[in-house]
């Protein structure tokens, strides 16, 4: 992935309309944290603008159609660490469709049509078929899941997607018992997407991942963030969001998704196998052949390129999670 110093973007002042912690926490739990004053001082940070939202002001951007959740249940889904400013999440993107640029997709992406939309359930299932995307957000409880977002790169976000687990459709469409992989294609159609015509990447952008990674309740099949639905640059109408995974392995604007026996391969393996492995969990102690990934740096954060960098977590800290998913796995080896 193409390493660009694009950052000058990002001196916009925090708008004071993003989604408060209460919204996520459940007013109670907020208001208690407040009080026992273990909100901590990045929690703290949004008690004057929780107060604001309380009189009446939005709590969602208020960009886009609303899309709420419940919280989730899911052990790891709710970081309480400070959520990304929607105008990072929805302006600082990789989506090659549109462009290499950060700032290319929210720039270009507006002329993606996220209606009408299906999505193929091909391969090693009992029930394959389009599913059309009115179906899908009424196939299981939308919940909010506050995840962390680790780019190969070296950066990271912190958002509150809106959708529900994976594991609900992998449920509805009863995959057989020689399905062992699940590949996921998203759209690549020249007429909505000006950045195909650049061959950066083999089109379709293809991701794969192993059934049981796709049936873990982490892994999440999201059509809102921010308490809206998606917007095109992060991916709508809907993508994956694998959060104990680099960002790249979660697919936006999802078009296909295949039950396989075999490995799938993908997009950025193919592009550079010996940078991208199938697996891409997130690992500070296995750099990327070209830098170290031990350390990141969190959008947003005071001081730009010079902030303090955080040091990355084994599996971006969804490892009391996932952990076990790969125990025995030499991750040098299966990178
Ligand atoms: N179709 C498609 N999906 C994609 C990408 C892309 O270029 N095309 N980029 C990936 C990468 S590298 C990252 S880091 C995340 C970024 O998601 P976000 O823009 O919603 O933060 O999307 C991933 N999904
Ligand atoms: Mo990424």
Redesign the pocket.
């Given at each position: 992935?193409i390493i660009r110093r694009t950052d000058n973007g990002f001196q916009h002042p925090v708008p004071s309309d993003i989604t408060s912690p209460s919204a996520y926490l459940g007013r109670r739990v907020w208001l208690q944290r407040l009080a026992l004053g273990v909100a901590g001082p990045a929690i703290a940070s949004w008690a004057a603008r929780d107060a604001f939202a309380q009189s009446g002001a939005p709590a969602r951007p208020g960009r886009l159609a609303a899309l709420s959740g419940v919280r989730s249940t899911v052990p790891g889904a709710t970081t309480v660490e400070t959520v990304s400013a929607y105008e990072h999440?929805s302006g600082y993107?990789?989506?090659?469709?549109f462009g290499t640029d950060k700032t290319d997709p929210a720039a270009y992406a507006k002329t993606l049509k996220p209606r009408p939309w299906t999505v193929a359930v091909e391969g090693l299932v009992n029930k394959p078929g389009n599913y059309d995307i009115d179906s899908l957000l009424k196939l299981a409880p939308m919940e909010e899941r506050i995840y962390r977002?680790r780019?190969?790169e070296g950066w990271s976000?912190v958002?509150p997607w809106v959708g529900y687990s994976l594991s609900a459709l992998i449920r509805q469409v009863q995959p057989q018992g020689s399905a062992k992989y699940v590949e996921f294609v998203?759209l690549a159609d020249p007429k909505q997407m000006p950045g195909l015509r650049s061959h950066v990447l083999d089109w379709p952008?293809v991701e794969g991942l192993r059934l049981d990674e796709a049936q873990h309740p982490l892994t999440l099949l999201a059509f809102g963030m921010y308490g809206e639905v998606l917007p095109p640059?992060?991916?709508a109408p809907l993508r994956l969001v694998v959060p104990w995974k680099y960002?790249?392995k979660?697919?936006?604007?999802l078009v296909k998704i295949r039950f396989t026996e075999q490995q799938p391969g993908t997009a950025w393996n193919r592009a550079a196998p010996q940078e991208y492995g199938f697996y891409s969990n997130v690992n500070p102690e296995v750099s990327h052949p070209r830098w170290s990934q031990a350390t990141e740096r969190r959008i947003g954060d005071e001081g730009g390129l010079l902030a303090k960098r955080r040091k990355t977590l084994m599996f971006n800290g969804y490892e009391p999670q996932v952990g076990q998913l790969y125990a025995g796995m030499d991750l040098r080896r299966w990178f």
């Open positions: 992935m999440a993107n990789n989506y090659y469709e977002l780019c190969v976000m958002i998203t952008y640059q992060n991916g960002g790249f979660s697919g936006k604007s």
